[in-house]
């Protein structure tokens, strides 16, 4: 986990930022510093938070604020980080994300007015409760004379008491936060190459699922699903008559290969509900998705990618945001096993470099 830092520690260090993704069942950080224009890996981690709480490793948690800063003070440690200066990852069962259209106003102060009132709508506490935020999604097709009249807006919005629990966390901590990101946001920056057509993103998380759909670099869908990476994991103990322990270590080297009815199961109900989505999505904007992108905890399940192509017949890829970072090439092998577990902590660090 520190082996990067200690690769590193005998260069010139320049300026270095730290990306932390605080997940359900595992915190993960990445430490990126600028040089010649390139992001460069400096060191990674992941620890798990099911231990922490009494339970299982890879299972989903609800731990305390204190709880979770205890572990990220070990990460910290474990993984040699020598920064506190960082962009933190806010989850999005935690938060509110949804596009409206609304008619477009020519005049920016009263489109915008428009906008906040419209919002009011779609947030089911007071607005004195949540931090909203919202831009107006450019136009893909301007030769679209019935879309002239109208302004498609992405809508988020954020508990106060989400964002306090996390300055909690990182204050305790010993860090910085210079910024806090709602996890869509920092996936795609780190796992979404193609720049025109639509692609969904696949996240298999510990308690859940994740489908957006990125066009143009802009969230297009987002859907959940309640079911994740701890059922296969559950799954495979069942089928195995394991531990959840050892059926996690077994879920990312022996993975779904051989797979069983148990198995089938989890992924039959995820891949449907995948395939309800693109539906949806491909009816309402007559377009074509063009490839699925799997990232998360799940996404690193062995074989998961082969298994995925024989339900879909579109492009299936599995994340690879280290890929946007330099690093040892004797390493590559092993970040890019491991990298759709950190696209989170990767888009993080990236948009902190930015501050740089």
């Known amino acids: 986990m520190s082996f990067l830092s200690d690769l590193f520690a005998k260069t010139k260090r320049e300026k270095s930022v730290l990306g932390v993704d605080i997940g ?6 990445v430490q990126l510093r600028k040089e010649h224009g390139q992001a460069v890996l400096e060191t990674y981690g992941e620890l798990a938070l099911g231990p922490y709480g009494g339970s299982e490793v890879g299972q989903a948690t609800n731990l305390s604020g204190e709880q979770i800063a205890e572990t990220l003070k070990d990460l910290l440690r474990e993984a040699r980080v020598t920064t506190t200066s960082c962009g933190i990852s806010i989850p999005y069962a935690r938060s509110l994300l949804t596009l409206i259209e609304l008619p477009r106003r020519d005049n920016a102060k009263e489109q915008k007015t428009v906008i906040e009132l419209e919002a009011r709508k779609y947030i089911p506490v007071p607005l004195s409760e949540v931090q909203l935020d919202w831009f107006v999604v450019p136009d893909i097709d301007p030769s679209d004379n019935a879309a002239k009249n109208k302004v498609s807006v992405l809508v988020v919005a954020v508990h106060n008491d989400e964002l306090s629990l996390l300055h909690s ?8 936060a210079s910024f806090y ?3 869509i946001f920092s996936t795609i920056r780190a796992v979404v190459e193609e720049p025109i057509k639509p692609v969904m993103v696949l996240d298999v998380g510990a308690g859940s699922t994740k489908m957006y759909v990125v066009e143009h670099g ?36 022996g993975g779904v290969a051989g797979s069983n009815a148990s198995l089938d199961l989890v ?6 509900e995948v395939r309800r989505v693109i539906i949806q999505y491909e009816t309402a904007h007559r377009k074509s998705i063009s490839a699925i992108v799997l ?14 192509k024989e339900a879909f017949s579109i492009d299936v890829q599995v994340a690879d945001p280290f890929a946007k970072t330099e690093a040892p090439a004797f390493m590559r092998s092993v970040l890019q096993s491991i990298g ?17």
Not at 222 to 251: F, M, P
Not at 295 to 308: F, I, M, Q
């Open 218 to 253: 802009v969230v297009a869908l987002s859907h959940a699903l309640s079911t994740g990476s701890q059922d296969i994991t559950r799954a495979i103990a069942v089928s195995g008559n394991l531990s959840i322990e050892r059926a996690e270590a077994l879920k990312k080297t």
């Open 340 to 356: 759709p577990e950190f696209a989170v902590a990767v888009g993080l660090a990236l948009r902190k470099l930015e501050e740089i």
């Open 267 to 272: 992924f039959s109900r995820i891949f449907a």
């Open 169 to 176: 966390v990182i204050s305790a901590a010993g860090l910085t």
């Open 295 to 308: 990232t998360g905890g799940g996404g690193v399940t062995k074989e998961l990618n082969s298994y995925a």
């Open 24 to 29: 359900s069942s595992s915190l993960k950080v």
């Open 181 to 183: 990101e709602i996890e």
